[in-house]
């Protein structure tokens, strides 16, 4: 997509700060949002991420406007639009499955918010035909909308809602309905997109890939509540919760307690009294259930016969092989330690002579550096 | 050869319909056809001879009937839109699920004969009683005034009887129209009366154009309401055509008024989908 037509030439900074101030919303007895709040910084491509019905599709309509919040503010760009319809909002939305109308030509679906805002007749012809050619679509301004592909219909909808130079883009799962190759592409063109307008794009996908590949900042939502929000690294490596840690890539999760703290240092203790050490700017909670947590892709996994010469390393865990699994760049084991507990390794692939894999039944060490170790709350569910 | 057998197989499953529509449709009509040129009278009987004066003469005699037909079906489907469309919209978009029930009210009255409703109408709207007594108190029918025997009392009861036929067809439209559409007009800006205006009635267009065939067809060729409802004033071509073919005997002129029905409401028909735009319309549907 060229950048010409898209952007702005008015718009010079980024717009499109988006606030909630303790937002609730309820149907009736049941709670969907719980007292959220949350601020969204101009300009950020923010993802909402979360299992279906966990409030972050609920979360993006109060935004669009298509929900009301029981309680609570909505500001965008500080003004209050919480209570405002629809057509009064500067924002547009890129539909699930896109919702182009289906009795107008593509060109009169780009250029219908244009016309509503009762911009001149020329005005509203010219800019949509560039937001189609941005979107190299121009050679089928006169198609009706059913006879394009997918992915064309994406790209249609994407200009049909930012030729209109909204303050934000709420995206709803826009490339839920595409097959993986095209929605591969397409993330790479609306985070370019995103690049060249500079507003706020707000995405909701249930993809944690997707969230990671496309946004700034993560939302990860659970039960109407944002569980945590930051980038996808801060996520991945320090996640503060059990839902987090599980949800943002795969962890291995042991109930444990906090047993003391030397300033850099905090050792936690495992239910079967295995000690382990982890930084303590890693340990999100030392009180309430907790689970002492490292990536599978962190974990060493040794033969036991190598014990002998592995006298320094620390935070082991003995275990047995359950299963395991090849998956190309890596091998996967599934491993039962002394007191009972699923853990997860992943072995890469790039020894020069890769020894023979584990079998099952084989009693091994695992061991990971203790800078990899972090400590979560654990919520009601996991 | 083996092939052409297989091609032969959806024809096979066609016939039972097609000897239907040969036996039943095309036989009578091709024969209608001959009588609308006979001439003759009946105590001699009537012979072909390809007597087009037929045609001409009967929609002479008639014209008025005619005209009357054409005005009372085009203000009963006016009417019929005018109620179908909140009352399908409303079971489309609000009723949940009260929408088989409330179905099942517009689709009642089919359960009994059109002669009986129209006499139950007959009995309501009757000169002496408590409707038309009401009618006369508040001023809006004079003393001597009646309901029955009026132009309103044949529309109102051709509106009544095809009411059905226009809300089911609008119902199905708009019940499958995406609500997300709606939510996409008002994003981009529309307010809810031009979101209904730009997006809702073109995508109900199918409906309107279904219902409004669906009730201005039977009813151009509507009898029963005239003859119960009405007077010789109200006679509507379906009148004459019954009274011609079996009270007078005439079968010639009965036949040549059928046969010019159908060709003005073919040409009707036309000239409708072409301002709607049938083509638009199927594009809509698939």
């Known amino acids: 997509m060229s950048s010409a037509a898209v952007t702005t030439p008015g718009i010079a900074s980024a717009t499109g700060e988006i606030r909630f101030d ?3 919303k309820r149907y009736g007895e049941v709670t969907v949002i719980d007292d959220l709040s949350l601020t969204i910084e101009p300009g950020t491509f923010y993802a909402l991420l979360g299992p279906s019905g966990c409030g972050k599709t609920t979360t993006l309509r109060m935004v669009g406007g298509f929900e009301l919040p029981t309680e609570g503010n909505i500001y965008l760009d500080g003004a209050d639009v919480s209570h405002l319809p629809p057509n009064k909002r500067d924002v547009n939305t890129v539909f699930q499955s896109y919702a182009l109308f289906p009795h107008l030509t593509v060109l009169k679906n780009v250029m219908f918010g244009l016309e509503r805002r009762g911009v001149g007749k020329a005005e509203v012809q010219r800019r949509a035909t560039e937001a189609l050619d941005a979107v190299e679509l121009g050679h089928l301004a006169e198609r009706k909308p059913t ?10 909808a994407l200009a049909r809602a930012l030729v209109n130079r909204p303050h934000a883009l709420l995206l709803d ?14 993330q790479v063109e609306i985070k370019r997109v995103h690049a060249e307008v500079g507003i706020t794009f707000v995405h ?11 946004a700034d900042v993560i939302a990860v939502m659970n039960r109407g509540r944002i569980e945590q929000a930051g980038s996808a690294r801060d996520l991945y490596d320090t996640p503060q919760t059990a839902f987090v840690a599980n949800f943002l890539g795969q962890s291995n999760l042991i109930d444990a307690t906090v047993t003391g703290t030397d300033g850099e240092w905090t050792v936690v203790q495992t239910h079967d009294g295995v000690k382990l050490k982890a930084p303590t700017d890693r340990v999100a909670a030392t009180t309430g259930k907790l689970a002492v947590g490292v990536r599978p892709e962190k974990v060493w996994i040794w033969d036991r016969i190598e014990e002998a010469d592995a006298g320094e390393r620390e935070n082991k865990l003995t275990a047995r092989v359950t299963s395991s699994a090849f998956l190309g760049v890596s091998m996967e084991y599934r491993v039962e330690t002394a ?25 091994v060490e695992l061991s990971w550096a203790p800078e990899h170790t972090f400590v979560v709350a654990v919520g009601a569910d996991v | 050869m083996f092939r052409d057998r297989r091609k032969l197989i959806p024809w096979y499953f066609a016939l039972p319909g097609l000897l239907w529509l040969l036996v039943f449709f095309l036989l009578p009509l091709v024969n209608q056809v001959g009588v609308s040129v006979m001439s003759g009278d009946p105590e001699a009987g009537y012979d072909l001879t390809w007597s087009f004066s037929n045609y001409s003469d009967a929609i002479d005699q008639y014209w008025p009937q005619i005209e009357r037909s054409l005005v009372y079906a085009f203000a009963a489907t006016v009417i019929d839109l005018a109620i179908a469309f909140p009352l399908a919209y409303f079971i489309a978009f609000k009723a949940g699920r009260w929408k088989g029930f409330l179905l ?30 009401q009618l006369k108190g508040i001023g809006i029918v004079g003393d001597e005034g009646r309901v029955l025997a009026t132009s309103w009392a044949v529309i109102g009861g051709i509106a009544y009887n095809y009411l059905p036929f226009m809300v089911l067809p609008l119902y199905a439209s708009l019940d499958r129209l995406d609500r997300r559409l709606i939510e996409a007009a008002t994003d981009l800006y529309a307010s809810r009366p031009t979101a209904f205006r730009k997006v809702t009635i073109p995508l109900a267009t199918p409906g309107i154009f279904a219902g409004s065939l669906l009730c201005f067809i039977p009813a151009t060729g509507d009898f029963v309401n005239a003859a119960l409802l009405g007077s010789s004033k109200q006679y509507m071509i379906g009148n004459v055509i019954q009274t011609n073919f079996l009270t007078v005997l005439d079968y010639p002129t009965a036949a040549a008024l059928s046969f010019f029905l159908i060709g003005l409401i073919l040409v009707g028909i036309s000239i409708y989908s072409a301002l709607l735009g049938t083509k638009n319309l199927t594009e809509v549907a698939g």
């Open chain 1, 173 to 186: 799962e826009p490339l839920g309905a595409l097959d993986l190759r095209l929605r591969r592409q397409l």
């Open chain 2, 104 to 133: 099942l009210m517009v689709v009642l009255p089919f359960f009994m004969s059109q002669v009986l409703r129209t006499v139950s109408w007959q009995l309501i709207l009757t000169d002496n009683g408590w409707v038309v007594s």
């Open chain 1, 204 to 214: 909701v996908t249930h993809d944690q890939e997707e969230a990671m590949t496309m």
């Open chain 1, 339 to 363: 007191a009972g507990d699923e853990l997860i390794v992943t072995v890469q692939n790039n020894r020069r002579n890769a020894s023979p894999p584990y079998a099952n039944g084989t009693e």
């Open chain 1, 22 to 24: 303790a937002v609730t």
């Open chain 1, 147 to 156: 006879a394009l592909s997918g992915g064309q219909q994406q790209r249609v």
